[in-house]
Nanobody, 122 residues
Framework: QVQVVESGGGLVQTGGSLRLSCAVSGSIFSINSMGWFRQAPGKQREQREWVATITSGGSTNYADSVKGRFTISRGNAENAVYLQMNSLKPEDTAVYYC?????????????WGQGTQVTVSS
């Protein structure tokens, strides 16, 4: 059973920083990519916003809304990913979800964590 667990959310003032962590366990396949998504208050699951992705090779991509402020990185263990969030704004307030995509070389699987709340006060 694959488990994805996020941590590190909290309440911070505008301009502050937070670091989110995500750990994946139970996967028997290599993880192709890992990423972060967020769901703002009042939004449905289908409106979850992509934030950043990092591949197994270390390539990163960011949404324009966070570029230059957020940094995604992978831990020494293949199944850990972090999101350093600086210069936070009230519009960054959301539940942040970690996404892991392991693959057996033929099929890519998709797993989500339960989310961690980030609240930025103005």
């Amino acid at each position: 059973q694959v488990q994805v667990v996020e941590s590190g959310g909290g309440l911070v003032q505008t301009g502050g920083s937070l670091r989110l962590s995500c750990a994946v366990s139970g996967s028997i396949f290599s993880i192709n990519s890992m990423g972060w998504f967020r769901q703002a208050p009042g939004k449905q699951r289908e409106q979850r916003e992509w934030v950043a992705t990092i591949t197994s090779g270390g390539s990163t991509n960011y949404a324009d809304s966070v570029k230059g402020r957020f940094t995604i990185s992978r831990g020494n263990a293949e199944n850990a990913v972090y999101l350093q969030m600086n210069s936070l704004k009230p519009e960054d307030t959301a539940v942040y979800y970690c996404n892991a995509r392991p693959s057996n070389g033929i099929q890519v699987y998709n797993y989500w964590g339960q989310g961690t709340q980030v609240t930025v006060s103005s």
